[in-house]
């Protein structure tokens, strides 16, 4: 048995996000994807919610902004404060049994973590995000890579998907249902689907848009 998850999406909850609870529930009912980390940045309102109406196939998340860039912690019960160092915000994650993901390290256009500043934390990382769907013009796959093989840390295929049009097509492979206590060493036996997103990368800009429009409900 194999089981398509996506570490890595947004919701409408995001400023930038545009993925809504009635899409969530059918890419889980159509086997797209069979278990979905809500990762709205700085708050998990929305991956609560979720949750609570579509079980255990939500993985409650949070992309944080942090004073070094933006981490994300999953498996989370409650939301973090942003605007905290690093070390502070990895804290905060384990202190709720929390997994720390790094998403799209070293890309500065995207608010990825240096290498300079991951290299100080790396007992504290639990996965890294070596394929990210919407990595176009700043795509540090391989530096990502090589730094995870560096560090024996294991790695995972997202979509940071901000719209219906973003993901079911990058992706992580694995052998069991995901929970926090087994999802590190299922990774390590994991299969990618690492398919582009195409015009998918432009949809923050065109969720935040249409929020200052008034066309998106949240």
Not at 72 to 95: A, E
Request: charged fraction near 20%; proline fraction near 3%; include cysteine.
């Amino acid at each position: 048995m194999s089981y398509k998850i996506d570490l890595h999406t947004h919701s409408v909850a995001s400023p930038d996000g545009g993925l809504n609870l009635k899409q969530y529930k059918q890419m889980l009912k159509s086997g797209g994807l069979d278990f979905i980390a809500i990762t709205d940045h700085n708050t998990t309102d929305f991956a609560l919610k979720a949750r609570n109406l579509l079980g255990e196939q939500i993985i409650i998340g949070q992309e944080i902004s942090t004073l070094q860039g933006e981490v994300i912690g999953l498996f989370l019960s409650s939301t973090i404060k942003p605007g905290q160092t690093l070390q502070k915000t990895i804290k905060d994650i384990t202190q709720q049994n929390g997994l720390v993901y790094i998403p799209h390290p070293f890309e500065q256009i995207r608010s990825g973590v240096s290498q300079k500043d991951l290299s100080t934390i790396v007992p504290m990382i639990d996965i890294i995000e070596t394929y990210n769907g919407r990595a176009y013009f700043n795509n540090k796959t391989k530096q990502a890579i090589v730094f995870a093989q560096t560090n024996n840390l294991v790695t995972a295929s997202s979509s940071d998907a901000h719209g219906k049009q973003g993901w079911g097509k990058t992706y992580t492979i694995i052998n069991k249902k995901p929970t926090k206590n087994n999802l590190t060493q299922c990774l390590k036996n994991s299969n990618y689907s690492t398919k582009k997103v195409g015009v998918g990368i432009l949809y923050p800009k065109i969720n935040k848009t249409k929020k200052l429009l008034g066309l998106v409900n949240v």
